[in-house]
């Protein structure tokens, strides 16, 4: 029998008050956690642009292929080869259009699951490899979280359009549009509109640079000419002495003079600079070529019988929107007095264009992604300058290949 029943009866009395004070409290606000803070799963739609486009489900072993269209899910991984491309649209109306030779996984979407939670939807996307352009949509009833993963970076972007590149060594962001806040390992850097930035595997990045940007290195031919440039000759004749290549001042600047001055004529051969790009463009909507052209010399009128041998004819070398092999060129003369016709080249445009001599003669391409039209590049290859013909002396400077 216990000694202090009323005691007892307090002590119950008081435990249950308590617990009663506890369910009063968290009951409500467990309620209102629940109401505020949970989310659904939210999917995004592919659809294929061109090719078969793969998809890695998480719970299976191989991926799928998609030729039309496919409702994706959270950590599903988008996979496209060198001939396929597709479109993400998001369910928070956010587009992203994937390039060829690309991998990125839907790591997370997810939105708020009823109306009164002030949270925001969530976006996150795993940029592995590849090129994407991001579209992030303007808010309607709610904002959105909308994150990229790469594995030098991760960003944070806000309304706005922006083009992702991801390469091993690399990534490269473009601000075409809004503003990305960037992550660093020591700090976060707000990349505003019209700029770009490359972060490489250490975490080091370049200082906000103009969209626009130059994709040959060396134009100016400042540094010595192995740095980006190969160099070549052609001579068919093995009798016949070469032509020669050397990086001259001229008029306070820095040139690569490509010069044949023989007593000889009619033997063909060509003198080249080239270099290497591998750069994929699908995404810019300029391309164009500028560079300072100075003619001294050359005994071939024209561009010869066929417009194919001028003392400066600059080359591009790139695959289509197709994946095929393709290159434009463009010619330079100060002569002709043989009268030779100047062919058009494929797209009907004249295979070469007289200027003055002995004068440096600044040459725009115009862009070449609208001039090319259905054959534009999609991944340019190379960019050569080159000579050709019998004798021709000939300067060459400021190169550039511009992008946008």
């Not at 929107?321 to 463009?330: A, C, I, S, V």
Request: charged content about 20%.
């Amino acid at each position: 029998m216990r000694k202090n029943p009323e005691r007892m009866a307090w002590t119950v009395l008081g435990t249950a008050f308590v617990v009663f004070c506890i369910l009063a409290v968290s009951i409500p606000l467990g309620i209102r956690s629940y109401l505020l803070n949970t989310t659904d799963e939210q999917e995004a739609q592919l659809s294929v642009i061109e090719g078969t486009i793969l998809v890695q489900k998480p719970d299976v072993s191989e991926p799928i292929g998609v030729t039309e269209s496919a409702t994706l899910a959270s950590g599903d991984v988008v996979l496209t080869d060198h001939a396929s491309r597709g479109t993400l649209d998001l369910f928070d109306r956010s587009h992203v259009t994937v390039y060829s030779d690309t991998s990125i996984e839907l790591e997370r979407m997810e939105a708020p699951r009823f109306d009164l939670s002030p949270e925001a939807n969530e976006v996150v996307l795993n940029l592995t490899g590849g090129l994407v352009r991001v579209g992030v949509a303007l808010p309607r009833d709610r904002d959105t979280m909308f994150r990229v993963l790469t594995p030098h970076t991760s960003l944070e972007l806000q309304e706005g359009s922006y083009r992702l590149n991801v390469t091993n060594q690399a990534t490269e962001i473009t601000v075409v549009r809004g503003q990305a806040l960037v992550s660093l390992p020591t700090r976060r850097l707000l990349l505003p509109q019209g700029t770009r930035m490359r972060v490489d595997l250490d975490g080091e990045s370049t200082v906000p640079l103009p969209a626009t940007q130059n994709l040959i290195e060396n134009g100016d031919f400042s540094l010595p000419l192995s740095n980006g440039w190969l160099t070549s000759t052609l001579v068919l004749n093995p009798s016949v002495p070469p032509p020669a290549l050397e990086v001259v001042e001229n008029g306070g600047r820095q040139a690569v003079r490509l010069v044949r001055r023989q007593g000889d004529e009619g033997n063909h051969t060509e003198v080249a600079i080239r270099q290497r790009l591998d750069k994929n463009v699908r995404d810019f909507s300029r391309l164009d070529i500028t560079l300072d052209v100075l003619l001294n010399y050359q005994d071939l009128p024209g561009g010869g019988l066929l417009s194919s041998e001028f003392p400066v004819i600059v080359r591009l070398d790139y695959e289509d929107l197709w994946g095929d092999d393709k290159f434009w060129t463009h010619g330079f003369y100060y002569q002709n007095v043989a009268g030779y016709p100047i062919a058009p080249d494929p797209w009907g445009w004249p295979s070469g264009e007289q200027i003055p001599q002995g004068v440096w003669f600044p040459y725009e391409s115009g862009n070449l992604l609208d001039l090319l039209g259905d054959n534009a590049p999609a991944r340019i290859t190379s960019l050569t300058v080159y000579a050709s013909g019998w004798n021709y002396d000939s300067l060459i400077s400021e190169v550039q290949l511009i992008a946008e």
